[in-house]
């Protein structure tokens, strides 16, 4: 089983700072998602990469498949930013093993 | 708004019951995939069907059953509840293949469970 640790577990940051979100796994991997999960509860999908680097906006995440270790990057942070960041891992590439396993979140808070 | 639905948004019922908690995915989505959220074990992953088909398996105890339907819409049935249970149960879908081959998923905003 696939063991997925992010740190840190919780990040206070002014606005405006460069803020690095870490997550690391145990076993080789097919693809790593970053999710954010607001207060209210509510998911959303920020990106799936299986290598290299995504960009999407203020948000970058990168990859090190030979070390097991991803990355994600908030440029000038926002208070909307203020949420829960979670890291999953799928293991294997089969069609029946599309199974994430998920670290425990980081909580970020960012103060205006 | 993922385009994904679930329903109902909050269920209150008592030990022992069974209650049915309902997904539809993104339209032209045909896989479904079923998460569990709780206090102490964060998400985890319960089932995925593709098709009408179940795919993979998580930690999904007998207890509990699901289904995807021709219309591609899912059911995750709880039975013999009990205080555990209660939690955020989340329905994601995507795109999907029959490769396997990973697509992103987009999540419905989650049926939150309360067990009395």
Known sequence: KNEVEQSPQNLTAQEGEFITINCSYSVGISALHWLQQHPGGGIVSLFMLSSGKKKHGRLIATINIQEKHSSLHITASHPRDSAVYICAVRSGSGAGSYQLTFGKGTKLSVIP | ?116
């Open chain 2, 1 to 116: 708004d993922s385009g994904v639905t679930q329903t109902p948004k909050h269920l209150i019922t008592a030990t022992g019951q069974r209650v049915t908690l309902r997904c539809s995915p993104r339209s032209g989505d045909l896989s479904v995939y079923w998460y569990q959220q709780s206090l102490d074990q964060g998400l985890q992953f319960l089932i995925q069907y593709y098709n009408g088909e179940e795919r993979a398996k998580g930690n999904i105890l007998e207890r509990f059953s699901a289904q995807q339907f021709p219309d591609l819409h899912s059911e995750l049935n709880l039975s013999s509840l009990e205080l555990g249970d209660s939690a955020l149960y989340f329905c994601a879908s995507s795109v999907g293949s029959p490769s396997g081959r990973a697509y992103g998923q987009f999540f419905g905003p989650g049926t939150r469970l309360t067990v009395l």
